[in-house]
Nanobody, 118 residues
Framework: QVHLVESGGGLVQPGGSLRLSCAASGVLIGIASMNWYRQSPGKRRELVATIYDNGNTDYANSVKGRFTISKDRATKTVYLQMSALEPEDTGVYSC????????????WGQGTQVTVSS
């Protein structure tokens, strides 16, 4: 069983930066990908960034060039470095872990609030 805890959210001015962390505990063998999603007010939950087991990454068009997803296998932590933040980036950011061949057993964290405002 995988347990995920996000941290690093907060209030930041437009143009600023934040780094989110998703700390995993439990057995991570067989995880196909880990993902960051965000839920913005009045909008559907959006997939922001993905990092696959082989290290490849994907990004939503809205964050390409501004956000970077990475992982540290030793600490079982996935990071989302966010730069040039815009008010539209405001939302609750959550991470998940998708098991290979068993997406129905995807595990979610509780989320962390990011607010971009002057």
């Amino acid at each position: 069983q995988v347990h995920l805890v996000e941290s690093g959210g907060g209030l930041v001015q437009p143009g600023g930066s934040l780094r989110l962390s998703c700390a995993a505990s439990g057995v991570l063998i067989g995880i196909a990908s880990m993902n960051w999603y965000r839920q913005s007010p009045g909008k559907r939950r959006e997939l922001v960034a993905t990092i696959y087991d082989n290290g490849n990454t994907d990004y939503a068009n809205s964050v390409k060039g501004r956000f970077t997803i990475s992982k540290d296998r030793a600490t079982k932590t996935v990071y989302l470095q966010m730069s040039a933040l815009e008010p539209e980036d405001t939302g609750v950011y959550s991470c998940n872990a998708v098991p290979l061949g068993a997406p129905e057993r995807t595990t979610w964290g509780q989320g962390t609030q990011v607010t971009v405002s002057s």
